[in-house]
Structure formats: structure tokens, C-alpha cells
């Protein structure tokens, strides 16, 4: 079946440094979308890219969509302990009305 | 913000009891889901719905049930709680159309001793 896989698992970086996550499909996707899930708290849209070689940025995050839309990527930039969390992407599924999630990427921050 | 709503934020409660965790959105949204969340781990589907009286099973077997009679509302009932049903369940909706972008609820964390 479809699958959504993200790495890394876990990344613990150093206030200030830069963090990256990346997301894999098995198959096209005809949008990727991004969560941010902070701790204890439940998922928050962050963006959604729809375009071949897509490129978006919010602030200090930079989203890109891949040229074939089976992979994605969330870059952040001089990362801050507000960035802390954990961090899904998530694809539609082909005929339904449903959305695959990836494994999450769980951010942790060294003030 | 998304107006979805999602209660008890907090339950616990002994084996064998049954439970409803209810969900309720004011959006207007056709489609909702429910998903089952371990603590910083993945979302497991569960249960979705495409619009009223419309229920289907979602990627992980559950021993839970749903039901759709109005729009805004989208309970998820637990017949008989057990400990392996500890988990935070997570409802979300979103709008029929061009966007899949999903609207998520506060989550109900159960625990079951």
C-alpha cells in the first residue's frame, strides 16, 4: 500500500543550528502538506505545497516539493526552542478522502 | 484557529466501562477522522466519515465504533475499555474540496486502568 516515510526519527541540534527533515512517498502525491505538533498539544497545519519543484517559505522554515511530488523537505534556519516538537508530513491518498501521515520527525533543542 | 472541539480533554476509567469521546466541529466540514496518537508518536487512522450517515474503517483495526448523524458531530465510542486502549485519540476535519489540509481537536487523552 501507499506509504509516507520521514527521517530522521529524532534530531537534537544545538539552539541556533539548522534542522531538516525529510519526507518519502511511495508514491506521486498530488500535494504534500506539513504538521507541527507541539509537546503535549495536537497537530497544527503549517503548509501545503502543490507544485512540482514547489518552493515555500514561512519565516525561518523553507518547504520544498520534490520535482517527481514524491518527496518533500522541511528545512528550518537558526532554529529556536519555540521550534521544539514534532514535525509530519502528510500526503493524500489516491480515490479516498483520507491523508497518510509520515512518522514524524521529533525535534529537540539544546538552549 | 479551527473550531473543533473535542471532550473530555482527560479520562480515566477502569477496565470494562464503556465510553464515548465526542467531537464536535462548527466548519461545516463533510469529512472527519479520528486517530489514535501514543505520546511523540505516529497518527494512526482509525475511523473517518465523508459526510452524514457516511463511516469507514481506517488503517488501524480498532475495537472502537463512530457515527455520523449530524455534520458537526462525530462521537467515537469504546464498548468495553481496556488497558491496551490507553492512547490520546485525536478528531480532525476539513472541508470538501480542492484542499486536504486537516483541522485537529485538542485530543482526548484516556487512560485505562
Known amino acids: 500500500g501507499q506509504q509516507v516515510m520521514q527521517i530522521p526519527q529524532y534530531q537534537h541540534v544545538q539552539e541556533g543550528e539548522d534542522f531538516t527533515t525529510y519526507c518519502n512517498s511511495s508514491?506521486?502525491?498530488?500535494?504534500i502538506q506539513w504538521y507541527k505538533q507541539r509537546p503535549g498539544g495536537h497537530p497544527v497545519f503549517l503548509i501545503q505545497?502543490?507544485?512540482?519543484?514547489e518552493v515555500k517559505k514561512q519565516k525561518r522554515l523553507t518547504f520544498q516539493f520534490g520535482e517527481a511530488k514524491k518527496n518533500s523537505s522541511l528545512h528550518i534556519t537558526a532554529t529556536q526552542t519555540t521550534d521544539v516538537g514534532t514535525y509530519f508530513c502528510?500526503?493524500?491518498?489516491?480515490?479516498?478522502?483520507?491523508?497518510?501521515f509520515g512518522s514524524g520527525t521529533r525535534l529537540s533543542i539544546r538552549p | 484557529e479551527a473550531d473543533i472541539y473535542q471532550t473530555p480533554r482527560y479520562l480515566v476509567i477502569g477496565t470494562g466501562k464503556k465510553i464515548t469521546l465526542e467531537c464536535s466541529q462548527t466548519m461545516g466540514h463533510d469529512k472527519m477522522y479520528w486517530y489514535q496518537q501514543d505520546p511523540g508518536m505516529e497518527l494512526h487512522l482509525i475511523h473517518y466519515?465523508?459526510?452524514?450517515?457516511?463511516?469507514e474503517k481506517g488503517d488501524l483495526s480498532s475495537e472502537s465504533t463512530v457515527s455520523r448523524i449530524r455534520t458537526e458531530h462525530f462521537p467515537l465510542t469504546l464498548e468495553s475499555a481496556r488497558p491496551s486502549h490507553t492512547s490520546q485519540y485525536l478528531c480532525?476535519?476539513?472541508?470538501?474540496?480542492?484542499?486536504?489540509?486537516?483541522?485537529f481537536g485538542p485530543g482526548t487523552r484516556l487512560t485505562v486502568l
Open positions: 502528510a500526503g493524500p491518498v489516491s480515490s479516498a478522502s483520507k491523508i497518510i
Open positions: 508514491t506521486t502525491l498530488s500535494n
Open positions: 466519515s465523508y459526510g452524514v450517515n457516511s463511516t
Open positions: 505545497l502543490v507544485k512540482s519543484g
Open positions: 480532525a476535519s476539513r472541508p470538501s474540496g480542492a484542499t486536504d489540509t486537516q483541522y
